[in-house]
């Protein structure tokens, strides 16, 4: 089963109150038993550093420490643009290995994300992972940057679209999607009270075809975090 401990990363100087609040937003409404971790820094497993030594944005960096810390430690990691709306206990027994597909609003309909990954530590979908950004590394030119999402959702495809991870429906994490004013939705969620949420979410209530409501809302990215690059003077 995969463990009670969650994790959330931040890189890239202080963290901005939305990150504080968010993860505390999860550490309430998780039962106890669950360990929260937050991670500001990170030591990299040497098969990795390479890879991150080449990283030109922050978020390349996260999406590399997502792999490390879930094939090390297991638990669930979070992007910190991730409201959390109930306990994700029921999450835990959910396979080895399990993520979302994007909306299908965005990338296509077989897109895997990696804004909310579960694992069980040391789990094969983790060690292949973490393989395949070595081998990403150590196959790109020095010089030639890497695609903003080349650690993240475009890799997660390529390795487990067909197999490989248990892929949970999207609207558990992504009741909105990103374009079509979707991304406005999410944010206008952010922003609302208790029984304003739930009438956004009963409005789009025929989304949730197993019958489960949202164990989050991810929220798309704020202030620009997602893009931020990293100053040559400030690598990991």
Same mark, same amino acid.
């Given at each position: 089963?995969?463990?009670?401990? =969650?994790?959330? @990363?931040?890189?890239?100087?202080?963290?901005?109150? $939305?990150? @504080?609040?968010?993860?505390?937003?999860?550490?309430?409404?998780?039962?106890?038993? $669950?360990?929260?971790?937050?991670?500001?820094?990170?030591?990299?497993?040497?098969?990795? #550093?390479?890879?991150?030594?080449?990283?030109? *944005?922050?978020? +390349?960096? =996260?999406?590399?420490?997502?792999?490390?810390?879930?094939?090390? #430690?297991?638990?669930?990691? /979070?992007?910190?643009? %991730?409201?959390?709306?109930?306990?994700?206990?029921? *999450?835990?027994?959910?396979?080895?290995?399990? %993520?979302?597909?994007?909306?299908?609003?965005?990338?296509?309909?077989?897109? /895997? %994300?990696?804004?909310?990954?579960?694992?069980?530590? &040391?789990? =094969?979908?983790?060690? +292949?992972?973490?393989?395949?950004?070595?081998?990403?590394?150590?196959? !790109?030119? =020095?010089? +030639?940057?890497?695609?903003?999402?080349?650690?993240?959702? !475009?890799? /997660?495809?390529?390795?487990?679209?067909?197999?490989?991870?248990?892929?949970?429906?999207?609207?558990?994490?992504?009741? $909105? &999607?990103?374009? &079509?004013?979707?991304?406005? #939705?999410?944010?206008?969620? $952010?922003?609302?009270?208790?029984?304003?949420?739930? +009438?956004?979410?009963?409005?789009?209530?025929?989304?949730?075809?197993?019958?489960?409501?949202?164990?989050?809302?991810? /929220?798309?990215?704020?202030?620009?975090?997602?893009?931020?690059?990293?100053?040559?003077?400030?690598?990991?």
């Amino acid at each position: 089963m995969i463990p009670k401990r =969650a994790h959330f @990363f931040w890189f890239g100087g202080e963290p901005p109150a $939305w990150v @504080f609040e968010n993860v505390k937003t999860f550490r309430e409404i998780n039962p106890p038993g $669950w360990t929260v971790c937050e991670h500001y820094c990170w030591r990299f497993s040497p098969d990795l #550093q390479p890879a991150v030594d080449r990283c030109h *944005l922050w978020c +390349q960096v =996260a999406d590399i420490a997502y792999c490390d810390v879930l094939r090390h #430690q297991g638990g669930v990691v /979070l992007d910190c643009d %991730t409201v959390t709306l109930c306990s994700f206990d029921p *999450l835990l027994n959910r396979g080895p290995a399990w %993520t979302t597909r994007h909306p299908s609003t965005v990338g296509g309909a077989r897109r /895997l %994300t990696n804004g909310v990954m579960g694992a069980e530590p &040391g789990c =094969a979908a983790m060690e +292949q992972a973490c393989d395949e950004i070595t081998r990403i590394a150590k196959n !790109t030119p =020095a010089g +030639q940057r890497f695609r903003r999402c080349e650690f993240g959702p !475009t890799m /997660l495809t390529r390795l487990f679209a067909d197999g490989g991870m248990t892929i949970l429906p999207h609207y558990y994490f992504y009741p $909105w &999607g990103l374009v &079509g004013g979707e991304r406005e #939705q999410a944010h206008k969620f $952010w922003h609302a009270d208790e029984a304003e949420r739930k +009438q956004m979410l009963d409005c789009i209530s025929d989304r949730f075809t197993d019958g489960e409501r949202p164990f989050a809302v991810h /929220l798309w990215g704020v202030d620009g975090s997602s893009n931020e690059e990293i100053p040559h003077d400030h690598r990991p």
